[in-house]
């Protein structure tokens, strides 16, 4: 990556931060990242709605391969003092997608300008904060034959610009789950002529530790209590709704999917227990994150040859990645970058290191082949 083109990456990126967009309202990222790929190249640049993809055409003897970069926000503040700062309330880039979306942008311009036999997806994926978006995205490997898949994190506490990679299962699966209770009110001088929520979710907050011991399952699982809500605020009026919401995960989607099993039996006789009403509701669903061991194997391989140095995640990441939608499709992998001593993602004071761009960029281009 020569300094012109790292200069341009860089400046995209800032960009990109200084516009952040929460996921499914990316009009103005999703926007700049197509005239940034037209105004640097003559790629085909394709409009599919909430995401879009760019493509180089190979020969008809290469491979179909395609690379994929995030590009929403989150709505947490931007607190830290930048040139290139959020200018929008609450909103700001702090797990690193400007810098996805900024190597896979000037990687597409580098694919072009050296050619390379096979041909080359990019694709520019909304919504990965949420889960909805590679659900959408993922149409394009079954659409179009694609052979293999690969994308990349940037990893904070890892050493800078060391690439992670692991074998299989690379990051847990995960569900947002919202349990809804309702009783009979009642005045709060007389409490037991109602049905009050307040005992049976006390109940079920009690008893999670012991639906996901650890004897219990194959691989990690996990329930966190993410939000509580307990009637209003009426100090003469007993409470007749709540609502208890946690996330679920799972190295293993059937696991999770145990888990859920034993949560929802716990509710529901809870439930009659106490003459409640009682469902529950799903959202921000995320597959387990599988990665292909010869396209983990191929990643290790481009590491060695450009003295890239490489470390092995023992264990699936906790947090979990929509990417798995692309690899349930087709071969393929991902990876992290090591992006040194920055704060945590989805913290404040986090920020992208420009500098891992380099390394992200040549492992894609040793992947795609590029001449």
């Not at 293999?148 to 699966?173: D, M, R, W």
């Not at 996901?212 to 691989?219: M, N």
């Not at 006789?269 to 106490?274: H, I, K, M, Q, R």
Request: some cysteine; aromatic content about 10%.
């Amino acid at each position: 990556m020569n300094a012109e083109h790292y200069q341009l990456a860089v400046s995209l990126r800032h960009e990109l931060h200084a516009h952040p967009e929460v996921s499914n309202q990316e009009s103005w990222t999703k926007t700049h990242l197509m005239e940034f790929l037209r105004a640097h190249t003559h790629l085909e640049v394709v409009d599919r709605g909430a995401w879009f993809y760019a493509v180089y055409r190979g020969t008809a003897s290469g491979r179909k391969i395609a690379f994929r970069a995030d590009f929403d926000a989150l709505p947490i503040d931007e607190t830290i003092s930048l040139p290139y700062g959020s200018q929008v309330p609450g909103v700001s880039h702090k797990c690193g997608h400007d810098g996805h979306s900024a190597t896979l942008a000037v990687f597409a311009m580098e694919v072009e300008q050296a050619g390379t036999e096979n041909t080359i997806y990019f694709v520019f994926q909304h919504a990965e904060e949420t889960g909805d978006g590679a659900k959408e995205c993922a149409v394009l490997i079954t659409e179009e034959g694609i052979d293999e898949v690969y994308g990349y994190h940037n990893e904070p506490g890892s050493p800078l610009g060391t690439v992670i990679v692991k074998n299989g299962n690379f990051q847990c699966a995960s569900e947002g789950m919202s349990l809804f209770f309702t009783g009979v009110p009642s005045h709060a001088s007389d409490p037991g002529i109602g049905r009050n929520p307040a005992q049976a979710i006390a109940r079920i907050i009690s008893a999670l530790p012991g639906l996901y011991r650890a004897e219990d399952y194959e691989g990690l699982v996990l329930c966190t209590v993410v939000h509580v809500e307990i009637g209003k605020i009426a100090f003469g009026t007993s409470a007749s709704e709540g609502v208890l919401r946690v996330t679920l995960r799972g190295q293993h989607e059937q696991e999770m999917a145990r888990l859920q099993h034993r949560l929802d039996n716990l509710a529901y006789g809870l439930a009659s227990e106490y003459g409640l009403e009682y469902h529950a509701e799903f959202c921000d669903y995320f597959q387990e994150n599988l990665n292909h061991d010869e396209s983990v194997e191929k990643i290790r391989q481009i590491c060695a040859r450009l003295k890239i140095p490489v470390e092995e995640f023992a264990h699936p990441k906790r947090g979990s990645e929509d990417f798995g939608y692309f690899t349930k499709r087709t071969k393929g992998a991902y990876f992290n970058v090591g992006a040194g001593d920055v704060t945590a993602h989805h913290t404040t004071t986090y920020d992208f290191p420009d500098e891992i761009i380099p390394t992200a960029l040549a492992v894609f281009k040793g992947l795609a082949d590029v001449k």
